[in-house]
């Protein structure tokens, strides 16, 4: 079955630590997207990439790193810069503009 | 930046009853979208209206819109202890930036 995987479901980081989360799609999507979800909220965008070796800053970029070398996988990488990361991180991917988008299942990052 | 609001922001209603939930937006968009998630997973698309429809219907699922009061509701007939859930409206504005603004999303409780 085509869809997104997220890896890992659940991570923790430590002071000064950057981790990566990451996100795999089989769906040959050209789109894909990083959100972040705080208790209780809507999504915020943190990067999206159109297209392979391209990718544009969201709303709260900011402490965030990502990169596009495959069609299939959109890594996003939470540095240490990033003085809050604790929340529920999701990535989707889309076939093309004006279409639904596709959801993993989520990954949740911790503070140890 | 949320362009969606949703309102009302919690929702309790029994089994067997309807659930209305609405969705104002603030840009002239292409489509609006409705997507489910429950507790701890990712989104799940619903249904999409585009800009030059008023009323679809999915199964149990009554989308409309308004594009001069830039406003939508989802009704759900019904209902079901499984739509359970939070149901979050996007939009996609008329720019083909590829990125879908999300609200903040409505939390359905059906009791059984």
């Known amino acids: 079955d085509g869809g997104i995987t997220q890896s890992p479901k659940y991570l923790f980081r430590k002071e000064g630590q950057n981790v990566t989360l990451s996100c795999e799609q089989n769906?040959?999507?050209?789109?894909m997207y990083w959100y972040r979800q705080d208790p209780g909220q809507g999504l915020r965008l943190i990067y999206y990439?159109?297209?392979?070796?391209?990718?544009q800053k969201g709303d709260i970029a900011e402490g965030y790193s990502v990169s596009r070398e495959k069609k299939e996988s959109f890594p996003l990488t939470v540095t240490s810069a990033q003085k809050n990361p604790t929340a529920f991180y999701l990535c989707?991917?889309?076939?093309?503009?004006?279409?639904?988008?596709?959801f993993g299942d989520g990954t949740r990052l911790s503070i140890l | 930046s949320q362009q969606g609001e949703e309102d009302p922001q919690a929702l309790s209603i029994q089994e067997g009853e309807n659930a209305t939930m609405n969705c104002s937006y603030k840009?002239?968009?292409?489509?609006l979208q409705w997507y489910r998630q429950n507790s701890g997973r990712g989104l799940v698309h619903l249904i999409l209206?585009?800009?030059?429809?008023r009323e679809k219907h999915s199964g149990r699922l009554r989308v409309t819109l308004d594009t001069s009061k830039k406003s939508s509701s989802l009704l759900i007939t019904a209902s079901r202890a499984a739509d359970t859930a939070s149901y979050f409206c996007?939009?996609?504005?008329?720019?083909?930036?590829?990125?879908?603004?999300f609200g903040s999303g409505t939390r359905l409780l059906v009791r059984p």
């Open positions: 840009t002239s968009i292409n489509n």
């Open positions: 989707a991917s889309r076939p093309g503009v004006y279409q639904p988008q596709h």
């Open positions: 990439s159109q297209i392979v070796n391209d990718f």
């Open positions: 209206i585009r800009s030059n429809e």
């Open positions: 996007a939009t996609d504005s008329m720019d083909s930036s590829y990125k879908l603004i």
């Open positions: 769906l040959n999507h050209d789109a």
